[in-house]
Structures are given as structure tokens and as C-alpha cells.
């Protein structure tokens, strides 16, 4: 009986393990981004931790670096796909956002549009 409750519990450890070790991730994204995808004082990865059971640390980059290494820890593979998608969403918003021009003003932003180079002139 000890003997079993021995191996149930070695093969329970092993299970275990095999699960932690299925639900970590490493994901690299563009250094120039990590800070919008951390959020102000880590807002935004907090957030996402309370949402869920998922983690994200951040490696440090070395110098020279174009892409900084996240790493995600969760509960579930479920879990780790969710803020996995979580990570690639925000990086295409943060991209989208560096590619609009946010200094110009809506007129701007129409006259800078406009088939009139009149109105193009005019700004």
C-alpha cells in the first residue's frame, strides 16, 4: 500500500511538472514597444494578471538589442494562449498608433488628405 501511495504520488509530482512546464512561454517583441505594452507604472500587465492567472516578467534586452524576450507563465495552455494573443493584440495596437500622426489636428489631418492642393497649401 505504501509503495503505491508512493508511486501515485511520484507520478501526481510528475504531472505536475509536465503541466508547469507546458504553460510557459518566451516571447520576443520590439524593444521600442515594451514600455507601452507594460503600461504606466505596469498597469497593463497587472491588469491582465488579475483578469486571469497568467504572468509576464520582462527580460532585460542587451545593448544593441531590436527585441526584448517576455516571458509568460499560466495555469493552463488556455491561459497562456489567451495572454500569449494578449501580447501580439497590443503590439499591433501600439504599432498602429506609432504609425498616426497624433500632432495633427482633424483640419490638418483633412487638408493633408485632400485631392485640393489648395487646401494642402493652405495649412
Known sequence: AAA?????AAAAEIARRKEEAACRRTVS???KLVGGLIGKGGEA?????????????VGKP???????RLSIKACSEREADECERWVWRRVDDLRAAAATP???????????FSTDPS?????
Open 62 to 68: 542587451k545593448a544593441g538589442d531590436e527585441l526584448q
Open 119 to 123: 487646401a494642402r497649401r493652405r495649412l
Open 102 to 112: 497624433q500632432h495633427c489636428s482633424r483640419a490638418e489631418e483633412e487638408c493633408a
Open 29 to 31: 517583441v520590439p524593444v
Open 45 to 57: 500587465i497587472k491588469s491582465l494578471q488579475q483578469e486571469g492567472c497568467a504572468s509576464i516578467s
Open 4 to 8: 503505491a501511495e508512493a508511486r501515485a
